[in-house]
């Protein structure tokens, strides 16, 4: 009687995507709830230091300027509620021939007083609001010497964040109104001091820092639940009798992913090969690998939207993942037309799962079933021997696609486009070495047969480093 065939290709396909997936969950999991946990992490210090013109009047004309714009920052806020950014400040050094020409005429020393008026830009994505900020600037004496430095401080209204992610703040280019302190015995001004608009120079971000905000939990709230769709579970066909299958042994599985958006590496837990086969067509000629894998969860972690400490749970499941456990592929063996190398090439779809996410320590329900909304799709290439070593990837294909995800909620909030925020995108690419356990008994490791012991995880033989072509 045939063997059943289960595409072995399940290894190389399937710890790709876990591999590759564990990278993007990773930092897909930042965010955090009211679960026991640190308590909300301290705010942070922000500065921004951005170079301005500011067109003086009469013959001191433009000059440039530094300013410097200090404050505190929540690291998190929650949705329905305010966050508030204090400890602001704006620093600037004022040229002395301009400080002189505020004071009264002949005048050397002296006073200036006045205030210093900026936006503040909240954006998020394409979205963004403007916070006027006004500065008062105390009465500050001219040094004997050299520029004066003016420090203006004031409050910062607070401000509504409505939508869960990260939403970056910066300053723009600020106003000065700038004037002596008069004599005490001085009369009252008739007329204000002139509003002198600077303007940032050109390439300047003034990127203050940046704020989370995380769904408001509310007490007594359950996260919705989805029903699990019924499934069939899938037989496979049994092979034609003209195809030969044979046994590939103990195979082991090493995966090494990158996800753009994250700037991340991540490393997979090694997995094994069940039931790996290989399969020639007696016929055509035609060869391919079966076989089924699971791998254990990987928990990994990152930094969210580049600066919030985050991590996650990630597990690895057939697109039937409601009623399956193992995964099931297969990919076809060829030799590539630039290096005349046995390679494989493997097409598979995985679905990942989240769960137990954490942001600064703090818990996160993401919920039963918070998993990507499409499959991840792997297309990968490289030179392999099925009872040797292989190295096949996505960057002969242009990497993989990281979907949304669905199903991911805490206290009724919909999570899902915070993830996707986060980790979703193009052009993340997985690395998969597999290698054959033949078996040694030698007492000396460098005596045993060439794959009897694992490459180092991500490693390349020198046939690997060349090019590898996709199968026509």
Not at 132 to 151: F, I, N
Not at 348 to 367: K, T
Not at 391 to 407: A, D, Q, W
């Amino acid at each position: 009687m045939p063997r059943r065939v289960r595409p072995r290709s399940v290894t190389v396909t399937a710890l790709a995507a876990a591999g590759l997936l564990s990278a993007a969950n990773g930092a897909l999991t930042g965010v955090g709830s009211a679960a026991p946990g640190p308590a909300v992490p301290p705010d942070s210090q922000a500065t921004a230091s951005v170079s301005v013109h500011c067109p003086f009047a009469g013959p001191l004309g433009p000059r440039a300027l530094t300013v410097e714009t200090a404050a505190t920052l929540p690291a998190q806020a929650k949705t329905g509620t305010s966050a508030t950014i204090g400890a602001f400040s704006v620093k600037l050094g004022l040229p002395r021939d301009v400080a002189l020409s505020l004071l009264p005429a002949g005048a050397t020393t002296g006073s200036l007083r006045g205030a210093v008026q900026l936006d503040l830009t909240v954006q998020q994505d394409d979205r963004s609001d403007k916070v006027p900020v006004s500065l008062v600037v105390a009465p500050t004496p001219l040094p004997e010497t050299g520029d004066v430095v003016l420090t203006a401080t004031g409050t910062v209204p607070d401000i509504a964040i409505n939508t869960i992610g990260a939403v970056t703040v910066t300053v723009a280019a600020p106003a000065l109104t700038l004037e002596a302190v008069p004599a005490a015995d001085a009369p009252a001004a008739t007329t204000a001091p002139p509003k002198v608009a600077c303007t940032l120079d050109e390439g300047q971000q003034g990127t203050l820092g940046k704020i989370l905000v995380l769904p408001k939990v509310t007490p007594g709230t359950e996260p919705k639940k989805k029903a699990a769709a019924p499934g069939e579970v899938t037989t496979q066909d049994e092979p034609p009798a003209n195809v030969y299958t044979q046994p590939l042994g103990l195979v082991s599985i090493l995966t090494k992913s990158t996800v753009k958006k994250l700037g991340a590496t991540v490393v997979a837990n090694p997995s094994l090969l069940v039931n790996g086969f290989i399969n020639v067509n007696l016929d055509t000629g035609d060869s391919w690998v079966t076989g089924s894998t699971a791998f254990s969860p990987v928990t990994t972690a990152f930094l969210g939207f580049g600066f919030v400490p985050v991590s996650a749970t990630v597990e690895f499941l057939p697109l039937e993942y409601q009623t399956e456990r193992m995964i099931e592929f297969s990919g076809n063996l060829y030799t590539d037309p630039v290096t005349q190398l046995p390679s494989l090439h493997a097409d598979m779809r995985v679905m990942a799962r989240m769960s137990h996410a954490e942001i600064n320590g703090v818990p996160l329900d993401l919920g039963p079933d918070c998993v990507t909304k499409d499959p991840v799709h792997l297309v990968l290439d490289g030179p392999y021997e099925a009872f040797g070593i292989g190295h096949v990837s996505t960057e002969p294909n242009g990497g993989f696609t990281l979907p949304g995800f669905k199903g991911c909620n805490a206290g009724g909030q919909d999570l899902n486009p915070l993830l996707g925020g986060m980790s979703s995108g193009p052009g993340n690419q997985a690395y998969v070495d597999t290698y054959n356990l033949v078996g040694c008994t030698t007492p000396d490791p460098a005596d045993c047969e060439p794959g009897s012991n694992p490459p180092a995880p991500g490693s390349q033989s020198a046939a690997a480093k060349k090019a590898v072509a996709k199968p026509r």
